[in-house]
């Protein structure tokens, strides 16, 4: 059974730096695509990037190029989002998700597994 567990989340003001974690068990994921996704309140669930992490391959949202980074640890099952230049408008509850495909996806619907997801707040 896929699991996947977040931490990392937390209350910051803005132009300070996060970094996000996922924890991901069950599989082996050598043949998955793992990402992130984000929802606001009110809003539909948004992709924020995604990772192979065999290849190292990414691929990011158009709302965070540039300030955000996705990686990957397979030797811990892992992946990060290092988050720079945080605005109040990046405050939502952050999801880490996985793909049982090489092809990487950016819709929600493509993804298969969740985890629960970590807060991120950020104040003006």
């Known amino acids: 059974q896929v699991q996947l567990v977040e931490s990392g989340g937390g209350l910051l003001q803005a132009g300070a730096s996060l970094r996000l974690s996922c924890a991901a068990s069950?599989?082996?994921?050598?043949?998955?695509?793992l990402g992130w996704f984000r929802q606001a309140p009110g809003k539909e669930r948004e992709f924020v990037a995604a990772?192979?992490?065999?290849?190292?391959?990414?691929v990011y949202g158009d709302g965070v190029k540039g300030r955000f980074s996705i990686s990957g640890d397979s030797a811990k099952s892992s992946i990060y989002l290092q988050m720079n230049s945080l605005k109040p408008e990046d405050t939502a509850i952050y999801y880490c998700a996985a793909r049982a495909s090489i092809v990487m996806e950016t819709t929600a619907r493509s993804y298969a597994y969740w985890g629960q997801g970590t807060q991120v707040t950020v104040s003006s």
């Open positions: 069950g599989r082996n994921f050598d043949t998955y695509t």
């Open positions: 990772v192979r992490w065999t290849t190292g391959t990414t």
